[in-house]
Structures are given as C-alpha cells and as structure tokens.
C-alpha cells in the first residue's frame, strides 16, 4: 500500500493536495527532482499553480545535459524516451534539434555540447552534419587552446634530444658530430675524421611512455568529460606517448581507436548517464599496463562509485606501489569547487595519490610534473 502512494506521490508532484504526508526516501526525492524540473508549472511563488504535475517551461534544470542524464540513471528505457521526447518538446528544443538552419545561429559552448551529446539519439539525420559541426567548433577551440601548451610539457619532460653513447646510423646528430670534431678535419683530403660520433635515442621514434585515461561518464562530468577527449586526442596524436582512453558507467568502453582518429567522433561515442563502477573501469585499464614506470594512469571522476569501493581502493594503491603516476582529476574543468565523494577523495589521498581538480590551462604544468617525477602541485594548493 506505501508502494502505490509513493508512486502516486511522483506522479501527482509534492503540492497535489492528496500527497501531503506521504515522504520519500532519498532516492525518491531524487527521481522527484528531476520530474519536477519538466513537469511542474509553478504559479510564480514557487508553488505547483495546478496541484498537479503538468507542462512545467520555467528554468528549473539549469544543467540540461546532466538532467537528462538523470533521467536515464532513475527510469527504464521505455519510460526514459517518453521524458526525452517530452523534454525537447516543453523545453523549446524542437526547433533546435530538427531544425538545422536555426541549429547553425547557435553560439557553440561546452552546455550545448553537453546537450547534443545527451540527446544525440533524438537528433534526425537531417540536422546531424549541423550539430557535429557545432561540436567541432567548440573541440577546434578546446583543441587550440591546450595543444601548444601540452605538447611542449610533454617533449620538455621526455627530453627527445638527450644523447645517448649506443651506436646507431639513423639516429646520428650531425651537427653536434661535426661541430664537436672540426679539430680533427684534414687539410690535405679535405675530409673530417671523426674522433668520436653522437647520437640521438632511439626514443625518439618509440613510445616512451603509456598514458591511459579513465573517463567517468557521468551527467555532472559533462566539461571534464568534453576537456579530457581533447587531452586524449592530443596525447594521441603524439609518436612519444602509447595513449589510451577509455570511458565508464556500469560498463567499460575503449574508445582509443576513435580517439585517434577524431575527438568528435570520441565525443558522440560517449553515454552519458547511467550507473558508475570506477572498480570495474581501474581493473580493465590495469590490463593495459606493460611498464608500470613508465605509464601514467590519469582518472577523472567525480568518485561516487556504485561498484566495489574497497577494489577500487586496492587497484589504485596495486598501480602506486607499481611505480604508476597515478592521478585522480575530480574534475578538469574552468568552473569552481568540484563536486566529489569526498570520503572517498580522503582515502584515495591517504595511499599517496594525487587527488584534486585542475583547469585546462593548469593542465601542462600537472603532466610535465607527473613523467618527470616532481610534486604535481605545491602543498595547500588542490585546484
């Protein structure tokens, strides 16, 4: 009998004068939260005008992307494309979304972004060239704005041009060679008689290290998630680093071969939402390690981990103690405080691994640190 009042309760919304006094628990309330931001028409004061749940318009999910991402972690399949349908509907997305002249006027961000990959299944084959070229936009300026900087952190830290005395043709450097035996050229043959060759290392047309990136797919990850597929993508694009990225809800998929080949592509292959196991996405990445010191290990999630948190706890530490730079970004983002499990963040600092947030442009700083073994930030400072 509770059952069917609390369902009744959702449907109806907390003003139905019926309703009063039938409480739910938290995950009720949640699921209530994210009907009320569709459904409830308020009369200005905050209150339900009708009593009833019915075509709520105002501006009460903020955070579109993640809302719908809720949606799809609280209600099955069947219920979720009713509210989807619904929300682009009451939500004034029709025109957006089917209407690709209108969808081209949009000024390209990373809410839209979020938005376009939360409904990606809703947008019709007419208008998918328009929003992928409106996430291009975004990625080319996500893209311009890190590469440079990330790009010289890593070759700084791998210091390519480092000598090396084992003998190799390919990988001679000529022009310390002769520079450094003009004392021994020969006037009469006009020849240089090297005394002694220079080479460069062979690293440099070999992976010097693996990275792997652990995505978190959650709805409230939406920026860090759009940051980290263009960190991936230029990771990926480098002869020096082995990348891999993978992405996580309950499930594990590797999008490596997408990363390299487009960061778009990388992006419209998310799914946002769902459930989380952080326990299950640490063991598969573990699978991809060959030399531990020679990989880092960056996870970023906001760490409200639904699977075996004592596993995940005991993988991270595995990893540490193996000699794997390993990082936890609880959010990669320009925006503020990150919003974490804390507790879990406690325990993860605990075994000597990095945990904090950290904005794009202090990104460079953060990778060149972890390859060359420094602090990654300076003590007090977790942002």
């Known amino acids: 009998m509770e059952a069917h009042f609390t369902r009744w309760r959702l449907i109806l919304g907390q003003d139905a004068p019926a309703m ?9 309330s949640l699921m209530d939260a994210t009907l009320a931001a569709l459904y409830d028409h308020t009369d200005g004061k905050g209150g339900n005008a009708g009593g009833k749940r019915s075509a709520g318009l105002g501006n009460s999910a903020p955070n579109l992307a993640k809302w ?69 936009e975004v990625v080319d300026e996500i893209m311009k704005r890190m590469e440079q900087n990330l790009r010289r952190a890593v070759t700084g830290a791998l210091n390519k041009k480092s000598h ?20 021994n050229y020969d006037t009469a043959t006009k020849r240089l008689i090297p005394e002694k060759f220079y080479f ?6 070999q992976k010097n290290w693996t990275v792997i990136l652990d995505i978190d797919q959650s709805g409230s ?39 390299r080949q487009d960061p778009v592509d990388m992006l419209f292959g998310l799914q946002l939402g769902g459930g989380t196991d952080i326990n299950k996405s640490v063991a598969y990445c573990q699978s991809l390690i060959e030399n531990p010191r020679k990989t880092m ?3 970023i999630s906001d760490l409200y981990e639904g699977g075996v948190r ?27 405080k990150p919003y974490y499990d804390e507790k879990l963040g406690k325990e993860i600092s605990k ?33």
């Open 20 to 28: 009063e006094g039938v409480a739910l628990d938290e995950q009720q």
């Open 221 to 259: 990850m939406c920026d860090s998630i759009i940051y980290s597929s263009v960190m991936g993508a230029i990771f990926a694009s480098m002869p020096a680093l082995d990348t891999h990225v993978v992405a996580f809800d309950t499930k594990v998929t590797d999008l490596t071969e997408l990363c």
């Open 164 to 183: 090396t005395p084992i003998a190799n043709f390919s990988s001679t450097d000529w022009k310390r060679t002769i520079q450094r035996n003009l004392k």
């Open 200 to 205: 460069f290392e062979r690293t440099q047309k």
């Open 310 to 336: 004592a596993g995940l706890l005991r993988r991270l530490n595995e990893m540490h103690e193996d000699g794997v730079k390993v990082i936890v970004l609880l959010a990669l983002s320009d925006n503020g």
């Open 351 to 383: 075994l000597g691994i990095a945990c904090f947030a950290c904005t794009p442009d202090r990104l460079p700083e953060l990778v060149e640190n972890a390859l060359k073994g420094n602090p990654l930030l300076p003590k007090g400072n977790d942002k």
């Open 297 to 299: 290990f960056i996870l």
């Open 68 to 136: 719908l991402t809720d949606v799809r972690s609280f209600f099955p399949p069947d219920v979720v494309s009713v509210i989807q349908t619904d929300a682009i509907e009451r939500k004034g997305l029709t025109k957006l979304l089917f209407e690709p002249e209108t969808l081209k006027n949009v000024k390209p961000d990373l809410s839209m972004v979020g938005t376009l990959m939360a409904l990606k299944d809703q947008i019709p084959a007419k208008s998918k060239d328009t929003a992928r070229q409106l996430v291009k």
